[in-house]
């Protein structure tokens, strides 16, 4: 089977190249040799490597920038899945689109199901849920997969920052009126790798890693854990706050957990609760 993994170089990325299965051949894919938004320049590689199956894993997601930048984060959240999926249209290659929680509003008080609507917050928020019409509308053949708070060992995510400031500060306060359900990039990975063997499986899905937390709860995690693997030589005290006493330019939904029920099912990957998983992601940093 022969796999494009679009985003390449980005945290999702590098772990799809990491845990690819023994019989699977991929290529990665990120800028400056593939460029999303260039319609040419992804239908002339598309066209190419004709691959059985295209992940895309690359986003603007830069919630806050996206506020003064809403062209960019359009043309690489929105333009860009639009160009992938024309392309793989034309080759009749099947697409995995990785999508977010941030296209819904946050007012719900149960998870949100695949189907409920769509009233996004942010410029974020909007470029993705068009980048998800985009691929409808272009293709039959497309499996959108919507995740949340996701983090891993490379690049920039909330783990990794809180692990810098914790060794920085001397305290910290973090929001928590924002519940969701973190996830680690592995996890993620397994449910694609996990998708491209069933090929039947079409429509939008929903995966995050299992429980839930508020950011607060999350923190309070990332430094117990971490100081229980000598990541941290002490902890610092961590404060609980409100969204407002921490204003930011886009508004980010108070709720988002993702009803997940189907996916865990139709997939057949097993959930790990988010704290499981926080240990096995903190403790590979620890072992390098």
């Known amino acids: 089977m022969n796999i494009l993994i679009i985003g390449g170089n980005g945290q999702l990325g590098q772990t799809l190249s990491r845990t690819a299965p023994d019989h699977i051949d991929f290529k990665?894919?990120?800028?400056?040799?593939?460029d999303i938004t260039n319609s040419e320049n992804v239908a002339t590689v598309v066209g190419k490597e004709k691959p059985d199956v295209i992940i895309n894993a690359s986003a603007y997601t830069a919630v806050d920038k996206a506020e003064e930048e809403p062209e960019l984060a359009f043309a690489v959240n929105a333009t860009g899945p639009g160009n992938?999926?024309?392309?793989?249209?034309n080759t009749g290659s099947?697409?995995?689109?990785?999508?977010?929680d941030y296209v819904f509003d946050g007012?719900?008080?149960t998870p949100y199901q695949p189907d409920a609507p769509c009233t996004p917050l942010g410029v974020y928020g909007r470029t993705k849920r068009?980048?998800?019409?985009?691929?409808?509308?272009a293709l039959d053949d497309y499996v959108i997969i919507r995740t949340s708070w996701l983090y891993s060992q490379y690049g920039n995510n909330?783990?990794?920052?809180?692990?810098?400031?914790?060794?920085?500060r001397e305290e910290l306060k973090v929001v928590c009126d924002q519940v969701g359900s973190p996830t680690w990039a592995?996890?993620?990975?397994?449910?694609?790798?996990?998708?491209?063997e069933k090929p039947n499986l079409n429509g939008i899905y929903h995966w995050s890693d299992a429980g839930v937390a508020s950011w607060y709860d999350f923190t309070v995690a990332i430094q117990e854990e971490a100081y229980h693997l000598?990541?941290?030589?002490?902890?610092?005290?961590?404060?609980?706050?409100?969204?407002?006493?921490f204003p930011t330019p886009a508004k980010r939904p108070s709720y988002s957990v993702l009803d997940c029920m189907q996916s865990w099912h139709e997939f057949e990957a097993n959930p790990m609760h988010w704290r499981t998983a926080l240990k096995e992601m903190l403790s590979s940093i620890s072992r390098r």
């Open 130 to 137: 068009q980048g998800e019409i985009n691929v409808q509308e």
């Open 94 to 100: 099947r697409l995995i689109h990785i999508s977010t």
């Open 230 to 245: 000598g990541l941290l030589n002490k902890p610092i005290p961590i404060s609980p706050i409100r969204s407002d006493a």
């Open 84 to 89: 992938l999926a024309v392309a793989a249209k």
């Open 107 to 109: 007012t719900a008080c």
């Open 28 to 34: 990665s894919l990120d800028l400056p040799e593939f």
């Open 158 to 168: 909330f783990v990794l920052t809180m692990l810098r400031l914790m060794q920085e």
């Open 186 to 196: 592995s996890t993620l990975a397994m449910a694609i790798w996990a998708v491209i």
